[in-house]
Each structure stands twice: as structure tokens, then as C-alpha cells.
Nanobody, 124 residues
Framework: QVQLVESGGGLVQAGDSLRLSCAAS????????MCWFRQAPGKEREFVAA????????NYADSVKGRFTIARDNAKNTVYLQMNSLKPEDTAVYYC?????????????????WGQGTQVTVSS
């Protein structure tokens, strides 16, 4: 089992940057593919970015491609989401999640462990 704790959210202006972190407990962090999802008020939780166990493979939602970067440091049991050129429509609670699937997946049902979320608010 793995426990996930997100941090780094906040209130920023459009065009600003933020870096989210997700710290994982346990010694098997490198066994998991990791992902960031987000959920805006009144909307479904949606995929943002995913990264494979080794970090060699990544996947992004079209809405964030070119602006967001997912990375991981297995020595620190941490996954990051660098968010640049933020837009008001990026406002949401951001969640990190862990999955033991063989390949990187983007559907929330495939993720077994979730953090509590961190709020990102982008003002116009």
C-alpha cells in the first residue's frame, strides 16, 4: 500500500507557474505508474498527466500539453507537476494517484491509491 500527500497548490494569476509535489510513503514507489488528475467544481475528475515507473514514458491531456510537465524522483518517492502559463480554466483540485498497471493508463478507475488533493486557483 502507498499513501500520497500533495502540496504546492495556491492562488496565482493567469500566466504564472506553480509546481505541485506528491510525496509517497513506503519503499515501493518505483513499482507504481503515477498520474495527476484534477477536478473543477461541478465537473468530473479528469486526467492531466501520467508517468511510467522509470520516468521514461509520459502522457498528457491535450489541454495541458506544452504547458505542464510531469516528472518523478524515485530516490525521493516524489512525483511533480510543473505547471506553466496557467489559465483560469486550470482552476481545480489536483490529485495524484498511483497504479500498478503494466502500462501507463489515463482512466481514473485504474488507479488504486489517491492523495487528498491540493487546490489550484488561477485568477484572470
Amino acid at each position: 500500500q502507498v499513501q500520497l500527500v500533495e502540496s504546492g497548490g495556491g492562488l496565482v494569476q493567469a500566466g504564472d507557474s506553480l509546481r505541485l509535489s506528491c510525496a509517497a510513503s513506503g519503499r515501493t514507489f518505483s513499482y507504481y505508474n503515477m498520474c495527476w488528475f484534477r477536478q473543477a467544481p461541478g465537473k468530473e475528475r479528469e486526467f492531466v498527466a501520467a508517468i511510467s515507473r522509470s520516468g521514461s514514458s509520459t502522457n498528457y491531456a491535450d489541454s495541458v500539453k506544452g504547458r505542464f510537465t510531469i516528472a518523478r524522483d524515485n530516490a525521493k518517492n516524489t512525483v511533480y507537476l510543473q505547471m506553466n502559463s496557467l489559465k483560469p480554466e486550470d482552476t481545480a483540485v489536483y490529485y495524484c494517484a498511483a497504479s500498478k498497471t503494466v502500462v501507463v493508463v489515463t482512466t481514473k478507475g485504474e488507479y488504486d491509491y489517491w492523495g487528498q488533493g491540493t487546490q489550484v486557483t488561477v485568477s484572470s
